[in-house]
Every structure is written in C-alpha cells, then in structure tokens.
C-alpha cells in the first residue's frame, strides 16, 4: 500500500536516488511544488498545525492523533511493526499524509562505529560517508527515514560532554565531514536534521545547556561553516539548539533560523525544535506561558515543536486572534510538506512489519567498522618503540576495567546497539594473540569507575609476570556525551594510582584510553612509554585496536582537536588569535600561566605513526592570486620507514597583517595518502582565493589584499612554505554570498 502518489516523472528520480534537493531536475521540482500548494489547499488550520507536531513514542503520544491528523513527525521508533502501525494509521487520515519517523542515529544503528569525535581523527571524509552510510542503511531496514544527526557543533572546550558527538575545534575539517556524513546518511537512506543550530558547543564553563556569548563575526568565520556545508551538501531539515547565543535563545532566534538559514544561504527545508525547547523559552525567561512560547519560536522560524505540544495547543488561538498571520503557520507546513514530497514518502511502501535488526551486524557491516575504527585510533606516543607489539613478546597482561566492557566501547548514544554483538579489547587482543602463541592474562585492578584498588595486587602480580602490558583505561560512557560536563577532566577513580603502579613495575607499558574527550594524563604521560586514543571504538572495536596493537594495521589518525595539559587551559585551540605579548620563556608580562606551559600537550593534528614521513620541496606553485584564482601549494611526502603508512597532509595558512586580527594559522586543505616503505609522493593542496578571507559582523566576506603565509606538514606545527600575494580585495555581501551554494546531487 502506498500513500498519497507521485507522477511518473517524480518516481523516476527517486529510483534514480535523486530524492532531495535541486539534483532532482526542475521539472520533478516544480511538480513537487504543485502537489504540496494542492495540499496546502485542501487542509484545515488544524491539519496543517499537525505536519508541525513531532511526538516521540510512549507517553504522551495518542495512537489515535496519528489518524487524525494531529502528528505531523514521530520519533524513537526504533522497530519496523511500530513503524508498520502508524504508517496503517495514518492512511486512516482525511488526507493520507505520511509522518516522517526520526530517530537518533549518530554512529550506528546495531552495528556502532566509533563515536564522531573519533570518526573525525581519521581525517578522512570517505571513511565518514561510508560509516553513515551503514547507519542508515540498519535504521531505515526498519522504517527509520530521518536522523537526528549529524551534529555539526565545533567545540574549543572538552569539558562539555558533548564533544564527542561532533568533529572537533576546526571549521574546515568540520566543514568537510559535516558535509561527507548528511551524503553518507542520504546515500544509505537517511534524511539528515544537522543540529543544533547554532553555537551550542561553546557554552559559558564547559556547561550543557548554558548560554553562549559568540561576536557576529566570529559566528561566520568558525561556528557557522560546518552548518553552511550541510545545506550545500543537502540536509533536509535542521534543528535549533538549546542554549542561548548572545542573549536571545536559538528557538527563538530569527537572525539565526530566518536571516542566516533561509535568507543568506537560501535554506527551503524545515527547522524542529529540540526535545520541548520551545517549552524551554519560558525557563529562558523570554515567553509568560506557552502560547507566547509557540507564537516566538514559529515566528522566528522553527517549524516543527518537538515534544512540546505546545503548536498543536496553542496556534489555532494565536492564528484566530491575529497574533501569529495564518500564512506563517501555512509557509512551515508547506516545508514539511515539500521535504516529505522529496524524500518521497508519499510513493513508499509501508515497512515490512517482520523487519528486525538482528540481522545486523552483518559479515559486511563488521568489516565496515572494523576498517573505519583502525584509522581513528591516535598514537599519541610511542617511545622506546613499545608498539606494535615486538616479535620476542610471549605473554601480554591487559590490566584495566574498560578492557571488557562492551558497553564502554559503543559509547552514548548507541541506538540499537547491542553489547553480546561488540569485540571488546580483551577478546581482540586474545584472538590475535592466539594465533602468534602469545598467553595473555586479564586483570581488572579496579571497577568500572576505579573507586576501590582491592585487585591491584593480582593486577601488579600479573604485570610483573608478563612480557608486555597493555592497560585499558578512560573515561566509562556515562562520563560522556548530553548532560555530562566536567570540571575535571582528569583519569577518573582512582585510575592514576594503578597505572602509577603499572609504571613502577618496569614492564614496558601501551595504555589504550577510552573515552569521549582528551584526558588529563599529568605525570603519566613521562611515565607511561605508549598511548593510543582509541575513542568509543564501537562494535569491531577490539579487533580494530588488536590491528593497531599488533601492527597489522599503521595507525594514521590524527587529533580533531588540541589535547591541553590541564581543564585550566580550556577553552584551548589552535587557530587562536595573535596577542601584542606573544609569549617569551623569560618574560612574565607576556601570554603564558605562572603554574603551566601555556602550549598543549598534543598539538591539533596530532598523531604518529609505525613509521616516519619527510616533507620536502614544499612551494606555492601559484605565488600571486587575484579573484577566482586558486592556492596551490605543491610538497614531496617521503616514507623514511621499514613499514608502508598512511599520512595526513595538512595546508595552513595566515593572514599576519588585515584590517581584523587574524588567527595565528587557519587549516585550508588537507589529504590522506598511503605511502609504501621508501615511496616518494608529490602532494598538491589547493584553496580556493574566495575561502581565504574572513566575516564582518553583518556578515560580508571580505579577502583583502595582502601576503598570505603558507605552512605545509603533518600537523598545526608545520613548517613555514613561504608567502602568496593576494592582488585585489574582493567584498561579497551575504545576498550573493547565497548564490555560491552549489546543492550536491542526491
């Protein structure tokens, strides 16, 4: 049975997989258009407020409402007979529309790829498409048709729990992998709603929730870009953040959700609120009661209230008494509407109620994740060479909780995932070990969260035992993600002392850190030889870990955002702005703390390797730029190693005198290469003259003339290439700034 039918014309380029956006030819656009202005004509105030009312499974959701028209979008239906029920009931409507079923679907359905923040360390947008695109082939093998993902929030501040959902401090990494997920969730099925939008990871403290102070400019230049790529890339729909940004709440917020979105970037799907965030405008303090709530928030352009009730109460009143102009009601459902059109939801056959996801993880999706996770895990460090684990190794002792936990490894926000389907570290390391006759040992040390040392001297006894000890520890998952800042972001329990027991074994040590953010390492880090980041590895986790542990696979991964020493230096990031006092070691009076080095860690970009790389002959192959031009900056990346590797070529640039202060380096292009032990390969990076600018507050962007400095490595600590000219200044206001949108074929 279908709903509510396309032509023919309209159906050919959903068979062809061009269901949303421009790509489906003016022609299937303009039918669309026509059927959704029929429709419009033919629904009653009431029908249209319904498209606006999204509701999520259980309580306070009335089956009956589906029937009637009342529930426009549903959520957190998550198996295909529920899905099933309510397409049936909404074919009982007056005019058959179909809801759209959301769901959160941020790195997996039952098969779980490592967490966004670790998917961002492999640098890699294929890798980003293809672990959405299994996401959203499980989800939507159920019914799914709509992700709540991705989450295109860049954040300088890992105290906010959640980091981990998104890419990093980086916009134009951000840029590229915002983009390569809202195409790997289409491709596998999945409409996209980018969230949340916007400036939400930059909250006063490192605070869910809290508010956020971000100057106009600097919205446009770091916290907006993610976002802008995922309108070109085709989002469907977008969703308004929580927090308040600059004293006005994103719901509320027309500059954000009318201006920016639809006006300047020429956005025509729909906005939803978050989880009753329309509500929350009254604890906000900018509505008395719910009816200004829902008058401000559809007004501002949020079109659809998530778990609130509040449209479907109160604008039949507002519209009635002339408070909210019937046309605004009728312009955010004529959106829902014209997405459900492109998404073809009303030509689709219901879901196969007998749809279940135990048939994943499949032999296929395992291989998925497990190539994915190998390229996030990061090699922070690796002295004395104690990875990949030496040929004369006869015994390993896997010391810490975390190392079989499944649940650890999947993560927040883990959808269906299930923990019998997950490869912990502990069964990966054994599997691996087995074939080479290598014994290993497990022994906890600690719970879960390493509040007691009852069982570290079993732990201790079998560290000394062994050749090598390989210590599982972090952060457990109920430590991350929504609703999980901290203050401090240190090893958790009593986690510091263990390892410091470990270390003082003699036994050289690897330490594999889960967790959803960096962690502070303090002395561990002189003490403990080998550290890898493996993130929340998700379902093939351990067998991905074993890989890297084992060396049959190079790790390649690189830091999404800048590791600190301490929480005292957050928010910390790389492309921060010059100061008139750059630091001098002996100086007091210039940027720096009197108790710790002002610089991190691990720098932004950072990650090592089994084997080493040289750069060579770095040069601006294009040393004068006018408009329209483009940057090329050609390098010689050699292998210098025993092992073949992959490399990440990072291009920077800097604009040292303008008319704003410019940050210190700024990534503009980046690629992954693999190199064979010995090979040589030239590299060439190009940036476009046009993204070599900057924002004012009104939003023009401006690139002015001027030298343009060029750094080409492995990370945000490149070496110099020398300087670009840029001939003319070029101004571009935001109306035109709209018509460089380019929408991607879908």
């Known amino acids: 049975m279908r709903f509510f039918c396309l032509s023919a014309l309209a159906r050919a380029a959903l068979a062809c997989g061009l269901f949303f956006g421009a790509a489906m030819g003016a022609g299937a656009q303009d039918e669309i258009e026509r059927r959704v202005e029929n429709l419009l004509g033919q629904m009653t105030l009431e029908e249209k407020i319904g498209q606006l009312n999204l509701i999520s499974h259980g309580p306070p959701l009335r089956w009956e409402d589906i029937a009637t028209g009342r529930t426009g979008a549903l959520l957190n239906f998550n198996n295909a007979e529920d899905v099933a029920r309510a397409q049936a009931l909404a074919r009982q409507s007056r005019l058959k529309i179909p809801p759209i079923f959301g769901l959160d679907v941020l790195h997996g359905f039952r098969t779980q790829f490592p967490l966004p923040l670790g998917e961002a360390a492999a640098f890699s947008p294929r ?30 501040d890992s105290r906010w729990g959640r980091i981990v959902e998104g890419f990093g401090e980086d916009p134009h990494l951000g840029s590229v992998l915002t983009a390569a997920r809202v195409e790997g969730f289409r491709k596998g099925g999945l409409a996209t ?26 919205m446009y230049d770091i916290y907006l870009p993610p976002f802008r790529a995922a309108v070109k890339a085709g989002s469907a729909s977008f969703m308004a953040a929580f927090n308040a940004l600059n004293g006005m709440p994103s719901t509320a917020n027309p500059w954000l959700l009318t201006e920016v979105l639809r006006d300047q970037w020429g956005f025509d799907g729909f906005v939803t609120s978050d989880w009753a965030g329309i509500h929350e405008l009254i604890g906000h303090g900018i509505a008395a009661d719910g009816a200004e709530a829902a008058r401000k928030a559809i007004l501002a352009g949020v079109d659809m209230d998530m778990m609130g009730q509040l449209y479907i109460k109160h604008l039949p009143d507002e519209v009635r008494s002339g408070r909210v102009p019937e046309a605004v009601v ?105 074939g080479a006759g290598i014994a290993v040992t497990h022994a906890p040390a600690c719970d879960q969260f390493c509040r007691t040392t009852e069982q570290l001297p079993a732990a201790v006894a079998a560290a000394q035992a062994a050749d090598l000890v390989v210590a599982v520890f972090g952060e457990p998952q109920e430590l991350s993600g929504e609703a999980a800042s901290r203050t401090r972001t240190t090893l958790n329990g009593k986690q510091v002392e263990v390892l410091e027991a470990l ?23 002189d003490r403990i030889p080998s550290i890898l980041m493996a993130w929340y590895p998700g379902t093939e986790g351990g067998t991905a870990v074993a890989d890297v542990l084992f060396g049959d696979a190079n790790p390649s991964a690189k830091l999404p955002l800048t590791w600190p020493r301490t929480a005292g230096q957050m928010p910390i990031y790389y492309n921060r702005l010059p100061t008139g006092r750059p630091t001098l070691a002996n100086n007091r009076f210039t940027l720096g703390y009197i108790d710790e080095a002002v610089t991190p860690l691990y720098p932004f970009g950072w990650g090592l390797s089994y084997t080493s790389f040289a750069y060579r002959d770095a040069a601006i192959v294009t040393p004068r730029l006018s408009s329209g031009d483009t940057l090329e900056v050609s390098v010689t990346v050699t292998n210098t190693g025993s092992r073949d590797g992959q490399e990440v070529v990072q291009l920077y640039t800097r604009d040292p005198v303008a008319s704003r202060s410019r940050p210190l380096r700024e990534l503009k292009a980046f690629e992954k290469i693999a190199l064979k032990a010995g090979e040589a390969k030239e590299v060439r990076l190009r940036v476009p003259v046009e993204e070599l600018g900057f924002h004012l507050d009104d939003g023009t962007y401006v690139v002015e003339a001027g030298d343009i400095e060029v750094f080409v490595g492995g990370n945000s600590l490149a070496g110099s290439v020398g300087k670009a000219q840029i001939t003319d200044t070029v101004r571009i206001p935001p109306s035109e700034r709209r018509a460089s949108l380019s929408p991607k074929r879908l």
């Open 503 to 525: 270390a003082a074994t003699g036994k050289p040590i690897a330490l594999v850190l889960l967790g959803g953010r960096p962690l502070e390492l303090g002395a561990l880090a």
């Open 193 to 218: 709603s980018t969230k949340h939008f916007a400036g939400y990871g930059a909250p006063q403290g490192g605070r869910d929730y809290d508010t956020t102070y971000i100057p106009p400019a600097e």
């Open 330 to 434: 009728t312009e955010a459902a004529r959106r829902v509407l014209r997405t459900k059109m492109r998404l073809g939801l009303f030509d689709r056959p219901d879901v196969d109620p007998s749809r279940v996801d135990s048939v994943f993880p499949s032999p296929e999706s395992r291989a998925a994740a497990r190539e994915v996770t190998r390229e996030t895990l990061v090699l922070l460090q690796n002295r004395d060479n104690v990875l990949p684990v030496a040929p004369g190794i006869r015994s390993i002792a896997v010391v810490g909780p975390l190392a079989d936990s499944p649940r650890d490894h999947l993560g927040p926000h883990a959808a269906r995932g299930h923990d019998e389907d997950t490869v912990t570290i502990l069964n990966g390391i054994r599997r691996r070990a087995q």
């Open 127 to 156: 890798l980003s498409r293809l672990a959405s695109e299994w996401a959203a082939k499980e989800a939507s093998h159920v019914g799914v048709q709509w992700t709540f993902a991705p989450m295109a929030d860049l954040s300088r």
